[in-house]
């Protein structure tokens, strides 16, 4: 940043973290409503936008590949101005090449998830660097252009940052392109206070970002953004790695199974008893809230 | 003649950091001819005035500007003020001294002085004026040189030597590598046998003036975080790598020590109403003091053990009182505390161990049992033998834990060690605050003191906003919110609770998985090797997690942290975040392959 600037940082001032997923199965997947190349496009029409709103606002663009994640573009680093659009895409280039030479063979099968916990710890490294930077810096925000399926795998990685953004106060914003809903950045949205979308029609991509992400976080107190359509708070057990809505948690370390267990493959703990004490008989007062 | 030469030149060679930053409060404490200071020493001093207790940004430009130049400069000021009654100007010192190093880019910057306060201004100017000023608080500034030496070395532990003179004798006193707060007092009892010569009577009113504005700047311990740099101006310390090491030893003491942690824990915190809580020692007194931070102990105790429920219980009149059941809402434990807050009689140990021990009976057997006492009286006033109910405690394995408000008793000590929990009594409010946050954190598990059980729940899914339902708990409609039950499908306003219909234990997803990040702590990073760091081809340009530089100034290679999975490298500052907040690592993270493990 400019010294000559002088930190004009008001409260509408931005850093905005964009997350791109570049899976290449999921944009297979989606070929025919919405090409990559149409979704770059729309990016690059609502980063210029960004930065347009306020000459101080700033963004970082962060890859979420399928098998590595990388910084693409910042703002804050690009000298050339005008050539924004062309370092930004050749850097793509080069990150979607490289993320496919890391591809081995037998994973293709599988729908194939993107790596949405690394880049979210990427981008809170980042926004931990400005706020290191002085008591003056924009105020930051996520936004995850999310759209392959969840990683079950990645379940305590990705709440590991939900909360450290919970902490710095950090919204995390989704926009779903995929067909499912992802229950992951439902939580990720609800827990930090970001706004989550899922768009019903893909073609106007650039309304909705422009519209819902694009206002900074002081104004957003004046506008009627989406409400969330229910949050999935189901979690994945760490046996299967499958999403359940009701399972065993181990008393020790509150791991989660799907089933009964003699041991808890988490912390070692032996369970002495049956599951006598489950806290399911129904008869009793609920005042008391205790067993026995 | 009183003279301080702090840290002089010949022993800040061998001192650890050779630059000593100093805060000097100069309205109503300087001693008149400014002798004191030591006229010829060019020390490496900064200067930090605080006026009217409020620190001005008015930094001692040059090290090589004698302090007692500045000490006259100050003396100007205050006659300047007296004569005219306008804001002191600024008269160069430069010109009246001989001895000050006098060059034009030492000029002092004019600082913004709030006028002095009215009768302290006068009661020194008349001192000054009867030529009385040698003997004015010297005694009273030497303490306070000290505190702030005290202050400023106390938390660093840095080695420092003092050396005083008195009428012209110079006392040196030296002392490296032992405590400061040592130190002190050999000094301040030598000055004190010097002084009874001097004896002033307003030394003592000065004195009583002093402490309790002074305290509070001795608390914040703004200086602290200043550094000289090379041209004498005062910069933000650099002690980000002192930091790191520091956060370095913690880790390794919390990783080594991997240890099993008692995630759901039911406990008591019994809050002491006794007339020992109206005391005003804490203001405005121990029972608003002690309200306020069990108010905040809750909120942390509930953000860190999602599961585990608390209860409250007073002590007042020789008996004790349920507040509140266990339960898992902090509102209402909270507005229960904040609705009963009268103390009166006396405190009784025996009556509030017993009590609880008959309400932990009841719990289920994985949970773990605890009581945090917060108390204020200096005695028990029992019914019975206390020391049987510790033994009860002791074989319900209930965890006793104490924290006392004045002074340290013997049948709380007993009663801590007996059951495993820990004793401490607090100094002050911030200290209490500190004490009472240590317990909010799982304690380790000791494996016989809960068995370990699976524990049937359910994730209810949150209803979207706007929809109109029936609540089970409160059994009203309302719009918007609400969980609903993943057995019976029963709408539940709250969580985590239970299911009021089908009596499962309803939790949210998240709340358990706060904790993960203990289940699967990240390995330390490692420290590259200077060796390494040296070859340019080796070591990355940027930090992987927030693209810093790794190169330090000049281009030369910085320090920097590798992960040993993913031997990415990181910069100390995203070190200490991602293995303290963030709970990841951004490198293993993102890479496909170790997603398997
Ligand atoms: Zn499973
Ligand atoms: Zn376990
Ligand atoms: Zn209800
Ligand atoms: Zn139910
Ligand atoms: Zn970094
Ligand atoms: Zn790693």
Redesign the pocket.
């Known amino acids: 940043m400019t010294p000559a600037a002088s930190k004009l940082y008001t409260d509408d001032v931005s850093l905005l973290m964009v997350l791109i997923d570049t899976n290449p199965f999921f944009w297979n997947s989606i070929k025919s409503t919405l090409s990559f190349s149409k979704f770059i496009s729309n990016v690059l029409a609502f980063l210029n936008s960004i930065l347009l709103l306020n000459q101080l606002n700033q963004v970082v663009l962060i890859a979420t590949g399928y098998n590595s994640c990388d910084y693409i573009f910042d703002s804050s680093a690009s000298q050339n101005q005008n050539q924004r659009a062309e370092s930004l895409l050749q850097k793509l280039e080069e990150f979607v090449e490289k993320d496919e030479s890391l591809c081995r063979e037998d994973s293709v099968d599988a729908p194939g998830f993107s790596l949405l916990s690394g880049s979210l710890s990427m981008a809170l490294c980042y926004i931990q660097k400005v706020f290191r930077s002085g008591p003056l810096h924009p105020r930051p925000r996520i936004l995850c252009l999310h759209g392959s399926p969840d990683g079950p795998g990645q379940y305590v990685a990705i709440m590991n940052a939900i909360f450290s953004a919970q902490r710095s106060m950090v919204p995390v914003d989704s926009c779903i392109l995929g067909a499912q809903h992802s229950a992951f950045l439902q939580q990720a949205s609800y827990i930090t206070g970001g706004v989550y979308l899922k768009p019903q029609l893909l073609d106007g991509l650039f309304q909705y970002l422009s519209t819902v992400f694009a206002t900074d976080l002081h104004s957003r107190s004046f506008l009627q953004l989406p409400k969330p359509v229910g949050v999935d708070f189901r979690a994945s057990c760490f046996c299967h790695k499958n999403t359940i809505d009701m399972g065993y948690i181990c008393s020790v370390c509150l791991s989660i199974f799907c089933k009964h267990q003699k041991k808890c493959s988490t912390c070692g703990s032996v369970f002495g008893q049956s599951q006598a004490q489950d806290s399911s008989t129904p008869d009793r007062k609920r005042k008391t809230s205790v067993d026995k | 003649m009183f003279c301080i030469g702090a840290a002089a030149a010949a022993a800040a060679a061998t001192l650890p950091s050779p630059s000593l930053s100093f805060l000097l409060e100069w309205n109503g404490s300087v001693a008149g001819d400014g002798s004191w200071l030591g006229g010829d020493a060019h020390l490496p001093l900064s200067i930090l005035p605080l006026v009217n207790g409020t620190a001005v940004s008015f930094l001692y430009p040059s090290p090589s500007l004698s302090l007692s130049s500045l000490c006259e400069w100050r003396r100007a000021c205050r006659d300047d003020s007296r004569r005219s009654g306008n804001r002191p100007e600024l008269r160069s010192p430069l010109q009246r001294r001989t001895d000050a190093v006098a060059s034009p880019q030492n000029q002092i910057p004019i600082p913004k002085l709030k006028p002095a306060g009215k009768e302290r201004g006068a009661e020194e100017g008349d001192e000054a004026s009867t030529g009385n000023t040698r003997r004015i608080r010297s005694g009273a500034i030497q303490r306070r040189v000290i505190s702030l030496l005290r202050s400023k070395y106390f938390t660093v532990k840095n080695r420092i030597s003092v050396s005083w003179s008195v009428d012209g004798v110079e006392v040196l006193v030296r002392k490296f590598g032992i405590g400061v707060s040592n130190m002190l007092r050999q000094e301040t009892n030598g000055e004190e046998r010097r002084l009874n010569r001097d004896e002033e009577d307003e030394e003592e009113e000065n004195d009583r003036g002093r402490d309790a504005w002074e305290r509070t700047y001795a608390d914040e311990r703004s200086w602290e975080s200043l550094q000289e740099d090379e041209s004498g101006l005062l910069r933000p310390i650099d002690n980000k790598t002192l930091y790191h090491a520091q956060y370095r030893r913690r880790l390794r003491t919390a990783t080594s020590a991997r240890i099993q942690k008692g995630l759901i824990r039911y406990l008591y915190v019994v809050i002491d109403l006794s007339r020992a809580a109206t005391e005003i020692d804490y203001k405005p007194n121990r029972m608003v003091v002690v309200a306020r931070q069990v108010e905040a102990f809750i909120r942390e105790f509930f953000d860190q053990n999602p599961l585990s429920q608390i209860g409250l219980l007073t002590l007042k009149d020789g008996v004790a009182h349920c507040l509140t059941e266990l339960g898992g809402s902090p509102e209402s434990h909270i507005k229960a505390l904040m609705g009963k807050l009268v103390c009166s009689g006396d405190a009784s140990l025996q009556n509030g161990l017993d009590l609880v021990h008959s309400l932990l009976n009841q719990i289920p057997s994985y949970g773990h049992r605890e009581v945090l006492i917060l108390y204020s009286a200096l005695s028990t006033c029992d019914p019975g033998d206390i020391m049987e109910t510790i033994q009860k405690c002791k074989s319900s394995k209930i965890r006793c834990s104490v924290i006392g408000l004045s002074a340290e008793l013997y049948i709380c000590k007993y009663l801590c060690q007996e059951t495993g929990g820990s004793y401490s009594v607090s100094l002050d409010e911030p200290h209490l605050k500190e004490l009472v946050l240590e317990h909010a954190p799982p304690p380790p598990a000791i494996a016989e003191f809960a068995i370990a059980n699976l524990i049937k729940m359910?994730f209810p899914q949150r209803a979207a906003e706007g929809v109109i339902s029936i609540c089970?708990c409160h059994k009203e409609a309302k719009v918007g919110g609400g969980y609903t039950?993943?057995?019976?499908?029963?709408r539940?306003c709250e969580l985590p609770t239970e299911?009021?219909?089908?009596?499962?234990t309803?939790v949210s997803s998240p709340h358990l998985a706060r904790s993960y990040h203990h289940l699967f702590p990240i390995t330390p990073f490692d420290d590259v090797a200077p060796s390494v760091s040296s070859d340019p081809h080796k070591v990355p340009k940027n930090c992987f997690g927030c693209q810093q530089s790794l190169l330090a100034p000049g281009n030369l290679p910085g320090l920097s942290v590798t992960c040993p999975k993913c031997k990415q490298h990181f910069c100390l500052d995203c070190d200490i975040y991602i293995h303290e907040s963030l709970h990841n690592c951004p490198g293993c993270e993102s890479f496909k392959h170790s997603e398997s493990q």
């Open positions: 359910g089970s039950c993943p057995r019976c499908k029963a539940v299911c009021c219909i089908c009596g499962l309803l």
